[in-house]
Each structure stands twice: as C-alpha cells, then as structure tokens.
C-alpha cells in the first residue's frame, strides 16, 4: 500500500517479503498499467550487516526476558557493568593467551559499535594477545555509550514531551492514509472498479 521498495527486516521475516513480491507480480502481471511499471514495486529486504546478535551470556540471542542484553536507553554505568560480566571466549584463559575473534561475542558487538579501522586492530591485537578480554570489553563500553547516549537523551526527550510524540504519530497516520488511499485508487482503477 505504502509503495515501500526497500523493507528492513529481520533473517525470519524473509519469507514474508518473498510472498508480498509474489502477490505484487502476480497482480502487476493480472492488472498491468498503460504507464511503465505495476501499481506495486517488487519491494527488496534489507538485513543487517549483524542480523542475530548474541545475548551477553554467549548462548542464545539476545532477549530482555533472559536479562543477557544491553538495552539502547541503559544508562553508562549500566553498559559498563553488563559488559564487564558478558561471557566471551572459553579458551582463553589467561591474558597472554590469544584471542579468537571470529567466534568472540564481544568482537561481533564492536562491528556494530567502533568504527571499522579500530575494529582492524582489535581483531589483529586479540589474536596476538596484545589485547585482553577486560580491555576489549572496556573498549566496547565506551563505544556503545558513545553510539547510544544521543539516542537514551531523544528518548528522554520525547517521554517527557507525550504531546509531541502523539502530534508526531498522528501526522504519519494522516501521511499513510493518504498514500493507501492512492494506491488503493490506482488498484481500483486498473482493476476496472474505479
């Protein structure tokens, strides 16, 4: 309806993109319009370079309900604390031994939070040991502080702002209803009804 040709979304929502491009063509190709182009585009998902992220306790994903993840509106002190209990890799034991980032939790989180060229040498400095878990954990807290604190103060913004946030939502609904609206008429309109 919204004419989206790019959706995001999750590894297990695939599928339900596969089935709206299906329905898309088949009607595009039932219905076709004079003009180039269906009635709707053959939207594409968008995954993310990090599509499952581990739980802190290295086992399953990350899940508020099992308490093993680091929320976007934790407070620093919080983000500190979590990380630096956050499992990472069995067989290192010592600090002198060296580091596997490849299956390393804590590496996988730096993808996501530490700009790349510092992430190059946190994976060659791990490997080496010229890198500790403790240190690598402290890295990756300051970074996700970094990276979360503009979005933790919007949200405290915004709650403390309910008015504006309800203005906000009422407008999209209004911008959505409008762009149904179209589609449907186009829809109506190939399909004879209209």
Avoid: W
């Avoid at 069995?90 to 060296?98: G, I, V």
């Amino acid at each position: 309806l919204y004419k989206a040709v790019a959706v995001p979304v999750g590894e297990d929502q695939v599928q339900h993109i596969e089935l709206s491009r299906e329905i898309a063509r088949k009607f595009n190709v039932r219905f076709p319009r004079p003009s180039a182009g269906g009635v709707f585009p053959d939207p594409q998902h968008l995954l993310s370079p990090t599509p499952r992220i581990m739980g802190l306790d290295g086992k399953t994903k990350m899940s508020k309900s099992l308490n093993n993840y680091i929320g976007m509106l934790d407070e620093p002190d919080t983000i500190r604390l979590k990380l630096r209990t956050a499992f990472t890799v069995e067989s290192r034991l010592r600090r002198s031994d060296p580091g596997n980032p490849d299956i390393c939790n804590i590496f996988t989180l730096h993808k996501s939070f530490t700009p790349p060229d510092v992430v190059a040498r946190i994976y060659e400095d791990s490997k080496s040991a010229k890198l500790g878990c403790v240190d690598c954990k402290k890295m990756l807290a300051e970074n996700m502080i970094r990276e979360l604190t503009p979005i933790r103060e919007k949200a405290r913004d915004l709650m403390a702002n309910p008015d504006r946030v309800r203005a906000i939502l009422a407008a999209g609904a209004a911008r959505c209803k409008s762009l149904a609206a179209e589609t449907m008429r186009e829809a109506k309109q190939v399909m004879g009804l209209a």
